[in-house]
């Protein structure tokens, strides 16, 4: 837990951002998008921060199946795409080994300074794994999520067998297909489709 806040904080250091602070008059905009297709018109605002960061208004959810790392997809998100949210939060969903966990012991949040929070969500294993509805719950924790203005950002991983070292080739492959093969997050936790962005890695085994 320490490592991850050590990081984070260095991360937010290096690219001198302060997402709390407003951003200068002549630096600030408002732009209006309209998304064709659904026929869903956006109205967002972003500033411009130091090291080429635009900060962009709404809350961005990073899935991670770890609480003492970094998520890839927010390195990546911030590599390629230059854009970091508001809100960030860094979410794990802990399937635990009793059928049910009542709903006061569904969440546990943490803030972690600069807007950012690192929230557990805990579901038994007879519990309908759905994110939006436990979402709900931190209502009474003083934060509340608006879907239309949160986006979920996924790390899909491509797993390449290389030949070397370790398992046989026919093996590591037979373990990417299965991998591929393998069922999605998105519809197993109920994360609307449509507030979904996967960004995707590859692992040589």
């Known amino acids: 837990m320490k490592m991850f806040r050590y990081v984070f904080v260095l991360m937010f250091s290096i690219c001198g951002m302060s997402i709390n602070a407003e951003a200068p008059a002549d630096d600030f905009c408002s732009l209006r998008n309209r998304a064709y297709n659904a026929g869903e018109q956006l109205t967002f605002t972003v500033y411009y921060a130091v090291a080429g960061i635009y900060v962009n208004a709404g809350t961005a959810i990073f899935i991670t199946p770890r609480l003492d790392e970094v998520p890839g997809a927010l390195l990546h998100n911030m590599k390629h795409n230059k854009v970091l949210h508001e809100r960030v ?16 012991e569904r969440i546990e949040l943490e ?3 600069r807007n950012c929070y690192q929230l557990k969500i805990n579901f038994g294993f007879k519990n309908q794994p759905d994110v939006p509805r436990a979402l709900r719950l931190c209502k009474s924790q003083g934060i509340e999520f608006n879907m239309m203005e949160t986006s979920f950002f996924v790390s899909r991983e491509k797993v390449i067998p290389t030949p070397g070292d370790g398992m046989a080739l026919w093996r590591e492959r037979l ?7 393998a069922g999605s997050i998105v519809d197993y936790f109920s994360i609307p489709a449509n507030r979904v962005i996967e960004l995707g890695t590859q692992v040589e085994i």
């Open 175 to 181: 373990f990417a297909a299965m991998t591929r093969n």
């Open 111 to 113: 803030p972690l300074g």
């Open 89 to 104: 939060v860094f979410m794990t969903v802990v399937i635990k080994d009793i059928p049910w966990v009542p709903f006061g």
